[in-house]
């Protein structure tokens, strides 16, 4: 099974958010929904793997919600659940126009 569908089947058994994730999610100027995290996590689209994270097989997924606003999601896919490390409104000072590519220091 690919990546995408290990998320997938591991967000509609159960979505748990690491202490940091609900931190950025809470962040004054950008709070973001727990309804924003699963809409990017079910539709989004994995724009980097990271296959040996010492927290497991994760990645940065980008997705779009309906609030229109680019949102990053860095998760992990376990058996019983989907893992969110962290979520965030990437910023054009660190991504390109398509929030997909990192911009070069």
Not at 33 to 50: F, H, M, P, S
Not at 57 to 83: D, F, N, W
Request: hydrophobic content about 40%; some cysteine.
């Amino acid at each position: 099974m690919n990546l995408i569908d290990q998320i997938k089947q591991a967000a509609v058994r159960k979505i748990i958010y690491t202490s940091h994730a609900v931190d950025e999610m809470n962040a004054e100027d950008k709070l973001i929904t727990v309804a924003e995290v699963r809409q990017v996590v079910l539709n989004g689209e994995i724009i980097e793997d990271y296959p040996k994270d010492k927290r497991g097989h994760s990645c940065l997924m980008l997705g779009i919600p309906e609030t229109q606003r680019p949102i990053h999601v860095v998760c992990a896919p376990k058996e019983e659940y989907l893992a969110i490390i962290t979520a965030y409104i990437p910023s054009l000072e660190k991504w390109q126009e398509d929030f997909k590519t990192r911009r070069k220091k």
